[in-house]
């Protein structure tokens, strides 16, 4: 058997990996049973379905023509784990609107194909659904500025 899609082959062991993982987890709290669940049983089967899944896209990979697996690009990835980074550090200083903003300025930069119209109207409407979503609705007690 000859695999057509690499890509898909990868990702599907890679998904198979982190079920594994988490069920390996989860395994430390009891399980229970569907009448009475333990804290163990739905990351379990929530673990389940993503084996699953992997399994099914790892076997698809056989079947159907698929793209390479791309090269490994190291700066997307650390400039995306900066700006995550960045949020929670600014989250504690300056409040949601700036996090926000800054996540967003530090994560365009992980895409060469990024716009600076695009970038704005993406901070402005991820500054508006967190705080109507966060702030207001579910009333968390995010600072959306830095305090006085």
């Known amino acids: 058997m000859r695999i057509r899609s690499p890509k898909d082959f990868w990702a599907g062991l890679f998904f198979i990996a982190v079920a594994l993982g988490f069920i390996a ?3 430390r709290y009891g399980t229970g049973n569907m009448h009475r669940m333990g804290p163990g049983l739905f990351p379990i089967l929530v673990s389940m379905l993503l084996a699953s899944l992997g399994l099914i896209v790892s076997l698809r990979s056989f079947v159907i023509d698929g793209s390479p697996v791309p090269r490994f690009q190291l700066r997307p990835i650390a400039i995306s ?7 929670g550090l600014v989250l504690a200083r300056l409040g949601l609107l700036a996090a926000i ?3 967003v300025l530090v994560g365009a930069a992980a895409s060469r194909e990024s716009r600076p119209l695009e970038t704005a109207g993406l ?11 966060f702030v207001w609705l579910l009333g968390l007690p995010i600072p959306l500025w830095p305090d006085a």
Not at 81 to 87: K, R
Not at 123 to 133: K, N
Request: a neutral charge.
């Open 25 to 27: 987890l989860a395994s």
């Open 81 to 87: 784990l900066s700006a995550i980074a960045l949020f």
């Open 123 to 133: 901070i402005v409407v991820l500054i508006a659904f967190s705080a109507v979503v």
């Open 101 to 103: 903003a800054a996540m």
